[in-house]
């Protein structure tokens, strides 16, 4: 196993990591940016700006981006000419900012959000799952998630990280997009039983955030109150863990020219006050034996 690396320093708190064509790509929620580089870090490109906070990231079919523009609860489309556009409003489905997304190969977006405002101490809520189809309608696809965080597609399965729901719960994709037989894909312990997030957090010994499907099905998992990345299989035995030391880890992805780059964001925490003014944010590499899916 080799050291972990530094690939890109000084930002706010960076998000939803995907890697595509050769290329890098994640969002960096307080300077509004979504950025892209190469493998080592070098070649950063701003791809887009996004006023309202940028997070999970996505492509159509025809290669077009879809970014999650989290406090105005929209999903917005690049362009071939690079403007931004909206792509969908999820207002109507969203108690929380929005967070991570997966699309699938048809272009259908499956949207998460917190749920609740997390950064102002509001009483827990559970939150759904929304499927974003290409012509930008919306539908709530699953109902009562422990703050929906990062999503993989395993053939005709969805994998979402409840991440203050001590679980991965999977479920069956319709031909329509449609969900069903929800199902814990990997249980970490009780769901707490409150709507206190200071009484919740102690409760959970993972707390999984932004996650990467390998080429074995297993999935990578950052534990976003536990400093560490963890690969998780199917029932949810953890495979393996790689410690970030004194900083927290919140999303991974497997990249690189091989795909068994293992790229982690990292930050001192999650705090929004902590880290909207500084710039402390780094995104981080290690190799792995088992590359990307």
Not at 85 to 94: F, G, K, Q, T, W
Not at 157 to 175: K, M, P, Q
Request: with cysteine; net charge negative.
């Amino acid at each position: 196993m080799s050291e972990l690396s530094v690939v890109l320093e000084k930002y706010s708190f960076l998000e939803g990591p995907r890697w595509r064509d050769g290329r890098l790509w994640v969002s960096d929620f307080y300077t509004h940016q979504v950025v892209s580089a190469r493998a080592d870090g070098s070649d950063v490109r701003v791809e887009a700006e996004v006023p309202a906070q940028p997070s999970g990231l996505g492509w159509l079919p025809d290669g077009r981006l879809l970014i999650v523009s989290m406090r105005d609860h929209k999903l917005l489309r690049r362009e071939n000419d690079g403007s931004l556009v909206e792509h969908a409003d999820l207002s109507a489905h969203a108690g929380g900012i929005l967070n991570d997304m997966v699309v699938d190969d048809q272009g259908r977006a499956y949207v998460g959000n917190f749920g609740f405002d997390l950064m102002n101490g509001a009483a827990m809520r559970n939150a759904p799952l929304v499927r974003v189809d290409p012509d930008g309608s919306t539908t709530v696809v699953a109902e009562d998630l422990v703050f929906p965080n990062g999503s993989v597609i395993i053939g005709n399965t969805l994998v979402v990280a409840e991440s203050f729901g001590h679980r991965l719960s999977a479920f069956d994709i319709g031909a329509d997009g449609g969900l069903s037989n929800r199902r814990d894909w990997a249980s970490f312990g009780p769901v707490p039983q409150t709507d206190d997030i200071n009484e919740a957090l102690p409760q959970l010994t993972i707390a999984p955030d932004g996650i990467a499907l390998d080429a074995e099905g297993a999935i990578w998992a950052a534990d976003a109150l536990g400093n560490r990345v963890v690969r998780i299989r199917e029932g949810g035995e953890i495979a393996q863990e790689i410690s970030t030391g004194e900083t927290g880890c919140f999303a991974c992805v497997l990249g690189g020219d091989d795909g068994r780059t293992l790229y982690l964001c990292t930050a001192p925490g999650f705090a929004e006050h902590e880290r909207r003014d500084t710039r402390e944010a780094k995104l981080l590499a290690v190799r792995v034996d088992v590359p990307a899916a």
